[in-house]
């Protein structure tokens, strides 16, 4: 009698502890180091925030192994709930049939309310769908930003950054003469491929760069854009820019050492660089050419999103959408910008820093969120390409062609256009069906 009695209590705790039991909400994400640091930080403050919940952060390497994990496991129907998916990736998900929950939806189901005004003017739609409904959350937004050091310059005898690339032509051989190179710059195909169209609003790809359809074609190939290049390899030849290939920190590190007065590299690098920088440094935009196309004009973000993966309970789908919530609170944003550099992607997070003081402490912190508030125009919401991380892969190699001299400025373009339209095709074969 008493054995079954003492079954019959831990039946009746199981059961409680069953119904108690908060709800797990897995996410995939690809943020190590440091910033995994961040993410997990911020999934203990929701779970401790609330009971019904638990977010299981976990990381599943770079962003390319992110994207293959869960596209895999969406394949099992072993999904997690939220996954990372940077820039380059968000076409294959997004055209995936049934793969995601628009974020837009969730949210209108299961949370509060959903108003794509609430984002800062640059991040609203990259993500989105051709008629403006958010699919994706934005999360670790981030835009290119020319970063400049102070003594260098004053070394050479310049007051400020070039905001335009004329400005910069005219300042090149005092930096030289000073013993700099003019800049280094990082992620050619994010900096001087996509957002280059962006600042001048020129079109990047047809079918409203590729939101309307997949059936599509790079317009890369143009006399703008060809032309930018032919300066960056003369300047490469001059000794105004250096070129340590396609490794994103080679280039970071150039200014690092200060052999390169300057970098183009991403506002998400600000936080990093702040602590490993040994000189005085600050922040300015992207330069553009004036006169070309309708300069200048507001960038883009690059960086990644979250996306709701579809296939899972109602429960669970309330979950994703109190923690997207969580995320969106001014008060989460403002501490993922300020611990990593990345911008806030709403606007009552930009101003609760404003607010703060923070913009007084770190005013280069700011420069990122406005560049990415400046005007926009037809061409500067972003694009949705397919096969877009080998379209990137296409462009480092000639890019690499280009500044060793193995090609022309030309005959690089003719190759970019042609593979990258082979690309399109066979995505546009894989998934229009």
């Known amino acids: 009698m008493f054995r079954k009695t003492l079954m019959a ?186 957002n280059f169209m962006s600042r001048h609003n020129l079109q990047m790809a047809t079918a409203n760069n590729g939101y309307d359809s997949t059936d599509v074609k790079i317009l890369y190939n143009n006399d703008d ?42 506002s998400g690098s600000f936080g990093g660089l702040r602590k490993s920088a040994t000189f005085d440094f600050g922040t300015s935009t992207l330069p553009y050419w004036q006169g070309v196309g309708d300069a200048p004009k507001s960038t883009f973000i690059g960086g990644a999103s979250l996306f709701a993966f579809s296939g899972h309970s109602d429960e669970q789908n309330k979950g994703v959408a109190a923690f997207f919530e969580f995320l969106t609170k001014p008060e989460t944003q403002y501490y993922w910008h300020k611990e990593t550099g990345y911008v806030p992607v709403t606007t009552a997070a930009y101003e609760l820093a404003k607010k703060d003081g923070y913009y007084k402490e770190s005013p280069d912190a700011e420069v990122g969120i406005q560049q990415l508030s400046e005007e926009g125009g037809e061409w500067t919401k972003g694009y949705r390409l397919g096969f877009y991380v080998q379209i990137r892969e296409v462009i480092y190699n000639e890019v690499d062609k280009m500044m060793n001299g193995e090609e022309t400025v030309d005959q690089a373009f003719d190759v970019i256009e042609t593979e990258s339209n082979k690309l399109l095709v066979r995505f546009h074969d894989t998934y229009s069906n």
């Open 9 to 194: 209590a831990a039946a009746l705790f199981a059961m409680a502890n069953t119904a108690s039991a908060a709800t797990e909400i897995t996410w995939w994400h690809a943020m190590d180091g440091a910033l995994g640091d961040v993410v997990n930080h911020i999934a203990d403050d929701f779970n401790k925030s609330q009971s019904e919940y638990k977010v299981v952060p976990i990381n599943k390497g770079g962003y390319e192994d992110t994207m293959t994990a869960g596209i895999a496991a969406f394949r099992a129907k072993n999904q997690p709930n939220i996954i990372q998916i940077f820039d380059a990736g968000a076409a294959t998900i997004i055209n995936a049939k049934g793969a995601v929950y628009p974020v837009q939806d969730l949210l209108e189901k299961y949370g509060t309310g959903f108003d794509i005004n609430d984002y800062i003017p640059g991040v609203r739609y990259f993500y989105a769908d051709s008629k403006g409904k958010m699919i994706g959350m934005p999360f670790n937004s981030s835009t290119p930003l020319l970063y400049f050091n102070k003594d260098a310059l004053a070394k050479a005898g310049i007051q400020n950054p070039p905001k335009t690339w004329q400005e910069f032509e005219e300042m090149a051989p005092k930096l030289k003469a000073a013993g700099y190179e003019g800049f280094a710059e990082s992620h050619s195909p994010w900096i001087f491929f996509e």
């Open 225 to 266: 854009l060809k032309n930018h290049w032919k300066k960056m390899k003369e300047w490469k030849d001059e000794g105004y820019f250096g070129y340590y290939g396609r490794a994103w920190g080679a280039n970071q590190d150039a200014f690092l050492h200060q052999k390169a007065a300057m970098w183009l590299g991403s």
